[in-house]
């Protein structure tokens, strides 16, 4: 990756050179410049190297922001930051005045364990009269009692047992629907409680003490200290997915990054308001650079390379209808239209795929 750096540099530097002789007249202070030995002037030769095409997507650090919110709404209790607070994970940020969910707690809580007591004690009465109704039926069957009568008493024992069967079956339901409530009640009594995810710093809320906050509402924006991101602009996934390599650099330095795609939601609802498109990129590894919030960035996409291309100016390729061709050079100095088959390109240089070969003559001139 170093390699390509410097030949990003290199290929800049050169075009830079190049389109000054091709395109600029030298100022009169300018020192004289010797033309090599054997070439003519406004001509380079074909040459092997490495070419490749990058898109940049200018960028700025920012922290990652955290929307804090109640689960559960009321009153705002107490607010324990402004703007510009920092804090530390786990602090309390805001309360919500609670006092109703425990006190509804607590009660709900006492009626379970009142009604658990109740229906253990019903359950062992029902027992006992159902054990009291077969004792009656073995003194029958051994007395030798009329059918009609033992048929009667096993009767009541089935409806007896039936009948707490059914009253089982009523307890469970309610005692689960009382520990749905309990569990309801204390998510919000925990709920009421708001606490910082990460260290970071409060850069937003509208709370205020006495004024309600809505469930799921964000009331506090929390920027997070540690994990940075690039806010770059706007490339596509598909454009990420085919790119042969990615990297960022911040403050001139190289960072590791990884693409972070946008949700689909996020993406029709930004397109639908109008808002800016950026993409994000994490700051996966930052290496010995010393990345804060504020920093402009760069992000390099390396979407075409060959190591072993041939390869002329940009300015030596021309085109009308009849497609690309330069002038090749012949050795009397008689410039030759040649047709040729472009590959890569871009600002500075041009791959030839057919119609050249390496160490060739062609004009640079305009």
């Known amino acids: 990756m170093k390699l390509i750096h410097k030949l990003l540099a290199w290929h800049v530097i050169l075009s830079l050179l190049l389109f000054s002789g091709c395109a600029m007249n030298a100022s009169d202070d300018a020192p004289e410049l010797i033309e090599p030995v054997g070439m003519e002037p406004d001509t380079t030769v074909v040459y092997r190297g ?105 009767i009541e024992i089935t409806e007896l047992e039936n009948k707490l069967d059914a009253d089982k079956a009523l307890w469970e339901l309610a005692r689960i629907e009382l520990e749905n409530s309990i569990e309801q009640l204390r998510e919000q009594v925990e709920g009421s409680v708001l606490t910082a995810p990460c260290d970071g710093t409060i850069v937003y809320t509208t709370a205020v003490e006495g004024g309600y906050a809505m469930a799921d509402s964000s009331l506090f924006r929390l920027a997070e200290d540690e994990n940075l991101y690039i806010s ?94 330069v002038y090749l050079v012949d050795e009397t100095g008689t410039q030759i239209r040649r047709n040729i088959k472009r590959g890569i390109y871009n600002d500075a240089y041009v791959q030839i795929l057919e119609g050249l070969e390496e160490g060739d003559v062609v004009y640079a001139g305009n």
């Not at 607070?85 to 009660?107: C, M, N, P």
């Not at 397109?271 to 498109?277: A, E, I, L």
């Not at 990129?281 to 291309?309: P, Q």
Request: glycine share 8%.
């Open 50 to 154: 490495e070419i490749f095409n990058v898109i940049t997507l200018e960028g700025l650090v920012l922290p990652q922001v955290h929307d804090l919110y109640f689960k559960a709404g009321g009153i705002i209790d107490e607010v324990m930051v402004t703007i510009g607070s920092t804090v530390k994970a786990g602090d309390v940020i805001a309360r919500l005045d609670a006092d109703f969910y425990v006190k509804s707690l607590e009660s709900t809580e006492n009626n379970l364990a009142y009604n658990l007591e109740v229906w253990a004690l019903s359950e062992k009465m029902a027992s006992a009269k159902i054990d009291i109704a077969k004792i009656e039926l073995k003194q029958l069957k051994n007395e030798g009692a009329a059918a009609s009568a033992i048929g009667l008493k096993e």
């Open 232 to 325: 770059a602009d706007y490339v596509t996934s598909d454009q990420v997915d085919k790119a042969l390599e990615i990297y960022g650099t911040v403050g001139g330095k190289e960072v590791t990054i990884k693409y972070e795609p946008m949700d689909r939601v996020e993406y029709l609802s930004r397109n639908d308001s109008g808002k800016n498109m950026s993409s994000t990129f994490i700051v996966s590894d930052a290496g010995d650079v010393e990345v804060e919030s504020g920093m402009s960035a760069v992000i390099f996409l390396v979407t075409e390379r060959d190591n072993d291309a041939l390869i002329v100016p940009t300015c030596t390729v021309r085109q009308d209808v009849n497609g690309f061709f």
